[in-house]
Nanobody, 116 residues
């Protein structure tokens, strides 16, 4: 059974940094369309960052210049480096991996809380 597991969330002061990790089991990320989404209380889940296979990274305007998505094929892991965090970045962050219509996997989410 394929599974995604996020880690690295926590409490951080505004202006600080966190690095989220998402480890895939049962699937390899090298051929997957991988992305990060987030959902704040009372809001819909929104796109944060994406890195498709063989393509360059894509970012939401709200995080462009502050967040970086990357992959480590040896560790089968996708990362989200978050710098200059703002209070409005507070949300549950979810990892996603897709391969056409073959699979569309989501992690359980990891909480990121940014304090003022």
């Amino acid at each position: 059974q394929a599974q995604l597991e996020e880690s690295g969330g926590g409490l951080v002061q505004a202006g600080g940094s966190l690095r989220l990790s998402c480890v895939a089991s049962g699937r390899t990320l090298s051929t997957s369309d991988t992305a990060w989404f987030r959902q704040a209380p009372g809001k819909e889940r929104e796109f944060v960052a994406r890195i498709p296979p063989g393509g360059g990274p894509i970012y939401a305007d709200s995080v462009k210049g502050r967040f970086t998505i990357s992959r480590d094929y040896r560790k089968n892991t996708v990362f989200l480096q978050m710098n200059n965090l703002k209070v409005e970045d507070t949300a549950v962050y979810y990892c996603r991996a897709r391969l056409g219509s073959t699979y569309d996997l989501w992690g359980q989410g990891t909480q990121v809380t940014v304090s003022s």
